[in-house]
T-cell receptor
């Protein structure tokens, strides 16, 4: 089955710097890659997602890149702010035709701290 | 407001005492799922449901039961809780696992912290 590895497990940056979180996946049939942000005491919230027919997607200060050949995808946060501090999870999912039921396989999370 | 509601948010109980964690969504979503979150292990899926009366095991189903009698509700049942089920639990839903436009993002509840002594 699918296995998603996420690095680093913790990341500390200075306010205004960029942060990059990387994930690799094992199943070449996976075609959907969402990123979730989890703030303290809250459930994960989708911040951006990308499908395998796209190499990059951007939404204001957040961008995600996908390299299907290498089977890895990354989250980039530019001009970080203290409110970006949270745990971030990547995930991967296979298409229905590959026998999947649409379930997400999550990475183990990255705790991002942005220092003022 | 579109939301996934879990109850209770916190529960401390004892080994063997049956408990149910409720989950309700108001978005008319077909797909619902339960996860547990443990330090260093991320989110692991317990059970999921593609639609009413359709449920299936996730990665860590042992010790849990679910039911999907109505579209909006997806309760998680621990018939005989044990200390290794102490965890943070999340319910999630999406319009469909597969929609015409591709995968649908999952909306999560705010979690239920269970402590089993």
């Amino acid at each position: 089955g699918e296995n998603v590895e996420q690095h680093p497990s913790t990341l500390s940056v200075q306010e205004g710097d960029s942060a990059v979180i990387k994930c690799t996946y094992s199943d070449s049939a996976s075609n959907y890659f969402p990123w979730y942000k989890q703030e303290l005491g809250k459930g994960p919230q989708l911040i951006i997602d990308i499908r395998s027919n796209v190499g990059e997607k951007k939404d204001q200060r957040i961008a995600v890149t996908l390299n299907k050949t290498a089977k890895h995808f990354s989250l980039h946060i530019t001009e970080t702010q203290p409110e970006d501090s949270a745990v971030y999870f990547c995930a991967a999912s296979r298409p229905r035709l590959a026998g999947s039921q649409g379930n997400l396989i999550f990475g183990k999370g990255t705790k991002l701290s942005v220092k003022p | 407001e579109a939301q996934v509601t879990q109850n209770p948010r916190y529960l401390i109980t004892v080994t063997g005492k049956k408990l149910t964690v409720t989950c309700s969504q108001n978005m008319n979503h077909e797909y619902m799922s339960w996860y547990r979150q443990d330090p260093g292990l991320g989110l692991r899926q317990i059970y999921y449901s593609m639609n009413v009366e359709v449920t299936d095991k996730g990665d860590v189903p042992e010790g849990y039961k679910v039911s999907r009698k109505e579209k909006r509700n997806f309760p998680l049942i621990l018939e005989s809780p044990s200390p290794n089920q102490t965890s943070l639990y999340f319910c999630a839903s999406s319009f469909s696992a597969y929609a015409r436009t591709g995968k649908q993002p999952q909306h999560f509840g705010d979690g239920t912290r269970l402590s089993i002594l």
